[in-house]
């Protein structure tokens, strides 16, 4: 588990920082999908016993990877400031027609509270896909794996 939330805490880091230049709104859509892979890959690698334990095995690997969410979001979002800055957002703010102040104040607060708030969303949306991508890798191919595994104990007994 521990493996595949590495794996995807990279991959969340990179698309996290991508996705938030653009909006931080654009984060939750990337991490329900991640967090499913994670949990997924976490069964591959594990191969837990039990619906209970790829459960949780999922849903540790899709919180690992929702750190990595989370740190590409707030590291996104210190670049969106950097080269956009409250100019630049009242700029695109015209263009899209919506009449701004002529202060921008609130742009550092906004950005900071909105990162922080979509990036612990992020997290939990990663565990809990995790969870159910887990739970799907139990039902496509856990049970066959531990019914097999069980018939195999039960002939060697017999014999």
């Known amino acids: 588990m521990y493996k595949s939330g590495m794996i995807f805490a990279g991959v969340a ?26 949990g997924y890959v976490a069964c591959l690698f594990d191969k837990p016993l039990d619906t209970g334990a790829s459960a949780k095995s999922g849903a540790v690997s899709g ?6 969410a989370l740190l590409g979001q707030l590291v996104g979002a210190v670049l969106n400031v950097i080269l956009v800055g409250p100019q630049g957002a009242a700029d695109l703010l015209r263009q899209m027609g919506i009449e701004t102040s002529g202060r921008m104040g609130g742009y550092w607060a906004g950005v900071i509270v909105s990162a922080t708030c979509f990036s612990v969303l992020d997290v939990a949306l990663m565990a809990g896909m995790g969870s159910l991508g887990a739970l799907l890798w139990w039902q496509i191919t856990g049970k066959k794996l531990v019914e097999s595994e069980l018939k195999g104990q039960v002939l060697d007994t017999e014999e």
Do not use: E, Y
């Open 13 to 38: 880091l990179l698309l996290g920082v991508g996705a938030t230049l653009l909006s931080p709104m654009c984060t939750p859509c990337v991490a329900l999908f991640l967090g499913l892979g994670a």
């Open 63 to 68: 919180a690992i990877g929702g750190l990595g």
